[in-house]
């Protein structure tokens, strides 16, 4: 199965979003059928775009208007998908919020359990809004990150062992 999405993140002194914009454009030749970005404001604010193409535009096109609404925001990720599971839709696109809105994941591969990942998440409490693999890890870090005195990098290594399946991640 090829799998040719694109992962960009950006930390630094100047607008995260514009960097981000111009990788994710690097990367779109790598074929994608969405695009999201999520960046951080001064106050802890997730603020998350993300759309799948249309026949009129493509995602990354989607997104450039709504630079503004990012600017000064100096930490982001970014992500061009090729949906595996899900459809190719805007809630399916990634980057993916924690129910509180205080992580944003993005994901390279496939989670092969995330059936069961999922079942277990739900019983705990935790509502998903989209049909893809991905969404379980985030939810499953937002937990870590609590067991782990909030340490994202620690929780992250919690999660990646109770992941079968490929994946490159990348959380904020
Ligand atoms: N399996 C994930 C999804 O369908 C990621 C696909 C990709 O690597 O772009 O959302």
């Known amino acids: 199965l090829e799998n040719m999405c694109g992962i960009t993140a950006y930390l630094g002194s100047e607008?995260?979003?514009?960097?981000?914009?111009?990788?994710?454009?690097?990367?779109?030749?790598?074929?994608?059928?969405?695009?999201?970005?999520?960046?951080?404001?001064?106050?802890?604010?997730?603020?998350?775009?993300?759309?799948?193409?249309?026949?009129?535009?493509?995602?990354?096109?989607?997104?450039?208007?709504?630079?503004?609404?990012?600017?000064?925001?100096?930490?982001?990720?970014?992500?061009?998908?090729?949906?595996?599971?899900g459809g190719p839709t805007d809630t399916n696109a990634h980057p993916h919020l924690d129910n509180e809105a205080k992580l944003a994941l993005i994901h390279n591969g496939i989670i092969e359990n995330y059936v069961q990942l999922r079942a277990e998440l739900e019983k705990r409490g935790h509502t998903f809004k989209s049909e893809t693999d991905t969404e379980s890890v985030v939810h499953l870090l937002s937990d870590a990150r609590k067991e782990n005195n909030g340490d994202l990098a620690a929780a992250m290594r919690k999660v990646c062992q109770q992941l079968k399946g490929s994946f490159t991640l990348l959380a904020i």
Do not use: M, V
């Open 15 to 85: 607008s995260a979003f514009e960097y981000i914009i111009a990788s994710l454009i690097l990367l779109q030749n790598r074929g994608y059928d969405s695009a999201g970005i999520c960046t951080i404001d001064d106050s802890g604010t997730f603020i998350n775009n993300k759309y799948a193409s249309t026949k009129d535009h493509t995602a990354i096109e989607l997104l450039q208007p709504y630079g503004k609404e990012h600017t000064d925001h100096l930490i982001g990720i970014g992500h061009t998908r090729w949906a595996t599971h």
